[in-house]
């Protein structure tokens, strides 16, 4: 059973471009949140998708939106890169029926912005 | 109220000792609390978590220690091996279909057991 797949694995972008993550959620998991993790920082929520809509967010500019598909996979956008957007972005699913936020990461898109 | 702080920042800890890591939260409404394992190039892993309506929970040689009067909780480490060298971080939520997938995390503590 695979767990939660991110791609790309790295990638380096100049500031100002936009840059696309995407994820594949554990096998029986509906809702995917992403979260940022700051070099040395713990991890910090950005949105979270659910019925491919985003249910709640972060404190995060609307340079960062997101799309969850019929499949379940998400994706999250970045516009206008900032040198400050550089950081690991995890992705992490859970079902709403576990009742808790047990949540299963991924091993994150590691974003360096020149 | 949203915030969980977590000390210490670092430890190194001696084979077999005991690792201690301690957690503070705000919001009183917080009743679901985990702690995460993190190795290098990996993204955090539930190590075990508690409820309020316990004061304490272990699994194996990992335990959480919870206050809820202090608005408090800790992780420990008995005889740590080298394989626990990792970051670990506490994180704090509450439950409701809302609130789905968003945990709250402390700074992350980086654990250093030496042989």
């Known amino acids: 059973d695979a767990g939660v797949t991110q791609s790309p694995t790295h990638l380096i972008k100049t500031r100002g471009q936009q840059v696309t993550l995407r994820c594949s959620p554990k096998?029986?998991?509906?809702?995917v949140s992403w979260y940022q993790q700051a070099l040395g920082q713990g991890p910090q929520f950005i949105f979270q998708y659910y019925e491919e809509e985003e249910r709640q967010r972060g404190n995060f500019p609307d340079r960062f939106s997101g799309h969850q598909f019929p499949n379940y996979s998400s994706e999250l956008n970045v516009n206008a890169l900032l040198l400050g957007d550089s950081a690991l972005y995890l992705c992490a699913s859970t079902t709403r029926g576990l009742g808790a936020n047990v949540l299963t990461f991924g091993a994150g898109s590691r974003l360096t912005v020149l | 109220q949203q915030q969980v702080k977590q000390s210490p920042q670092s430890l190194i800890v001696q084979k077999g000792g005991i690792s201690i890591i301690n957690c503070a939260y705000e919001n009183t409404a917080f009743d679901y609390f985990p702690w995460y394992q993190q190795f290098p190039g990996k993204g955090p892993a539930l190590l075990i978590a508690?409820?309020?309506?316990?004061s304490e929970k272990k699994e194996g040689r990992f335990t959480i220690s919870f206050n809820k009067s202090a608005k408090q909780f800790s992780l420990h480490i008995m005889d740590s091996q080298p394989g626990d060298s990792a970051t670990y971080f506490c994180a704090s939520s509450y439950r409701s279909s809302s609130n789905t997938g968003k945990l709250i995390f402390g700074q992350g503590t980086t654990l250093q057991v030496k042989p």
């Open positions: 508690i409820r309020p309506d316990v």
């Open positions: 096998s029986g998991h509906d809702t």
